[in-house]
């Protein structure tokens, strides 16, 4: 069995974007926190490569509970591959190295998102991810990051993607994912993350022609 997970990356990170060394070294390089300025990443790399480290380690909270979930799987024999939506950087690996940051969408129009969204290519990202031949699709998103990862205004429908997809949100996004998938809702992250934990759980026991479409 092959999964997809991808999950939003919250807005904890170890080391902190606020970390006084990790400020320090960026100002001496006469650069502030990254924000959403991914074109000056080679910059920031630059200045600060000893700060950065693999998604999986960077972002913490909720994100840590997802990584348990998956290497518990992978523990089991099924191939996971994880990646993380990121508003400054994207959908991006969980093995790829990133710098702490200061960005979220959380008050942001949804023009503003938008934009984000076309210029990090989400939507490509996701749909040449979908066509990687998995088995299962699941997708822990936050409401801030949801334009990212599903627009039916813009192209790109979670109802029409072709993979047996399981979408673990806020209860008020059930309605704009419109019912056509498996829905798991809990208003916080890190209850999210408990349920994602608990699927993983129930996973190890049921075959992939039980899980619903």
């Not at 992978?74 to 200061?102: H, M, T």
């Not at 934009?115 to 997708?139: A, C, P, Q, R, W």
């Amino acid at each position: 069995m092959r999964i997809l997970v991808i999950a939003s990356a919250p807005v904890y990170m170890q080391p902190s974007p606020k970390s006084p060394a990790y400020v320090d070294t960026l100002k001496k390089a006469g650069l502030s926190i990254p924000t959403s300025d991914i074109e000056n990443e080679s910059a920031y790399q630059s200045a600060a490569n000893g700060f950065s480290r693999r998604a999986r380690d960077l972002f913490q909270g909720s994100f840590q509970r997802v990584v348990k979930g998956i290497d518990d799987l992978r523990s089991q024999g099924l191939k996971v591959d994880l990646f993380a939506i990121s508003p400054r950087y994207g959908i991006v690996s969980e093995f790829d190295l990133l710098l702490p940051y200061s960005f979220s969408l959380r008050r942001a129009p949804k023009r503003s998102a938008r934009m984000i969204s076309e210029k990090l290519n989400t939507h490509g990202v996701l749909s040449d991810l979908l066509k990687g031949g998995y088995d299962l699709f699941m997708i822990m998103v936050n409401r801030s990051d949801l334009l990212l990862v599903h627009d039916p205004e813009h192209g790109f429908d979670l109802g029409e993607v072709p993979v047996k997809t399981v979408v673990i949100g806020a209860p008020s996004l059930s309605e704009a994912i419109g019912g056509r998938r498996k829905f798991i809702g809990a208003r916080q992250p890190g209850a999210r993350s408990e349920l994602f934990a608990r699927y993983v759980e129930e996973m190890t026991a049921t075959n992939l022609r039980d899980y619903p479409s």
